[in-house]
């Protein structure tokens, strides 16, 4: 109940596509969604985050989608661009809880 | 976002040696810090919670007295790596959350221990 499910494990776009990531979680006591990105060598660095009260999140060329009755949780990158090319993890928690991660979404948008 | 600094980046040293890593917050006091072990292309494993002042808490199967974590101040943890042995080797993150966003988790940049 404690894990986050996430797919596609490796995701190739164009250019100027979009890319899409999604997670689903089982425990409804989950209230914080944050997305992380991260490069090769590098900590991950957190890129956007969503509360249950609102269904979209969007900064910049980034939305998360949030659907509570499904128990659904997505990344959208608009016009994804090369410097996108990264490692993204989704992750859930609630309160001072431990963050609980997905598996991973390396994420290539080629030229 | 804040900021959280980690010292070394890399190292280097031989079998049966300590190795200790500096976790640092730099602009916000860090209520509770989290370290955690990556293995290449696999998602973070959370090996232990520290809060200020407190003993550490550790995840199931993580050996408290070979992985010592010491949560001193506000600013700064350090994870010290004892008797390190070549399956030690991995790639050891640190992150910390702050008074006023208890939920959020803010990611230093990594330190890559290599145990020959």
């Known amino acids: 109940q404690q894990q986050v499910k996430q797919s596609p494990q490796s995701l190739i776009v164009q250019k100027g596509g979009i890319s899409i990531i999604n997670c689903a979680y089982e425990n409804t006591a989950f209230d914080y969604f944050p997305w992380y990105q991260q490069f090769p060598g590098k900590g991950p660095a957190l890129l956007i985050a969503?509360?249950?009260?609102?269904s979209e999140k969007k900064e910049g060329r980034f939305t998360i989608s949030f659907n509570k009755s499904a128990k659904q949780f997505s990344l959208h990158i608009m016009d994804s661009q090369p410097g996108d090319s990264a490692t993204y993890f989704c992750?859930?928690?609630?309160?001072?809880?431990?963050?609980?991660f997905g598996t991973g979404t390396r994420l290539l948008v080629s030229p | 976002g804040a900021v959280v600094s980690q010292h070394p980046s890399r190292v280097i040293c031989k079998s049966g040696t300590s190795v200790k890593i500096e976790c640092r917050s730099l602009d916000f006091q860090a209520t509770t810090m989290f370290w955690y072990r990556q293995f290449p292309k696999q998602s973070l494993m959370l090996m232990a919670t520290?809060?200020?002042?407190?003993?550490?808490?550790?995840e199931q199967g993580v050996e408290k007295d070979k992985f010592l974590i010491n949560h001193a101040s506000l600013t700064l943890s350090t994870l010290t790596v004892t008797s390190a042995h070549p399956e030690d080797s991995s790639f050891y993150i640190c992150?910390?959350?702050?008074?006023?966003?208890?939920?959020?988790?803010?990611f230093g940049p990594g330190t890559r221990l290599t145990v020959l």
């Open positions: 992750a859930a928690n609630t309160g001072f809880q431990k963050l609980v």
């Open positions: 992150s910390a959350s702050g008074e006023t966003f208890t939920d959020t988790q803010y």
């Open positions: 969503i509360r249950p009260d609102v």
């Open positions: 520290s809060n200020e002042g407190s003993k550490a808490t550790y």
